[in-house]
């Protein structure tokens, strides 16, 4: 079962996320000293620390229970970076995928117009940041590149989400709020990003 972003993410009042995507890389030092970095099998997946802002306890009792019903198995989560609101775009789709799995063309932006670096945006809800973008064609096309590599599969056409992005995940490492008369502490957990 899949808890959309109004059924829990959005009540949860989050007080700071470090959302990241982990390096899928394996590294060796030779007798010579030199470092060498290979890629390794597996996808790349976002990862994030979540620690929720202190409540009153009434307030409390539902995020606990938010939290209890996430950690349920079968459970998975959408959740995005509530302090990031991209351009306001609908229409985006992907139009094709370099070999390197990275670099992406996207259609149905407005001419001229351009992404940043540090720019999000999701396809089939996987989360990607933007590391490199060009200016919009004549057409609404722009070539991108992207972290952490597009998912394998995604099929050109697919719509790109470019205002509030969002990824599917699973809820872990729950420290639950300590409560102290009535005022609880901040609870924290853990997610990690699902393929859907």
């Known amino acids: 079962m899949i808890l959309t972003r109004d059924q829990f993410w959005d009540r949860l009042r989050v007080r700071s996320l470090d959302l990241?995507?982990?390096?899928?890389?394996v590294t060796s030092r030779t007798a010579g000293g030199q470092v060498i970095s290979a890629r390794r099998f597996g996808e790349d997946l976002w990862r994030a620390s979540?620690?929720?802002?202190?409540?009153?306890?009434?307030?409390?009792?539902?995020?606990?229970?938010?939290?209890?019903l996430a950690q349920q198995p079968g459970m998975q989560v959408l959740i995005n970076d509530p302090t990031y609101v991209g351009p306001n775009r609908t229409g985006v789709t992907l139009q094709a995928v370099a070999s390197d799995n990275r670099t992406l063309t996207v259609a149905g932006l407005a001419q001229g117009s351009a992404l940043r670096p540090g720019d999000y945006l999701s396809i089939n809800q996987a989360l990607y940041s933007?590391?490199?973008a060009g200016p919009a064609n004549?057409?609404?096309?722009?070539?991108?590149?992207i972290i952490p590599h597009l998912r394998f599969g995604t099929p050109a056409g697919a719509t790109v989400?470019?205002?509030?992005?969002e990824m599917l995940a699973v809820v872990e490492n729950i420290q639950p709020a300590t409560f102290e008369a009535a005022i609880a502490g901040a609870a924290s957990f853990t997610i990690q990003q699902v393929h859907p």
């Open 20 to 25: 990241f995507p982990p390096a899928l890389k």
């Open 138 to 145: 004549a057409q609404g096309r722009a070539t991108i590149a």
């Open 130 to 132: 933007v590391v490199t």
């Open 50 to 68: 979540v620690m929720l802002a202190p409540h009153h306890y009434g307030s409390g009792r539902e995020r606990r229970t938010l939290l209890a």
């Open 161 to 165: 989400e470019l205002r509030q992005p």
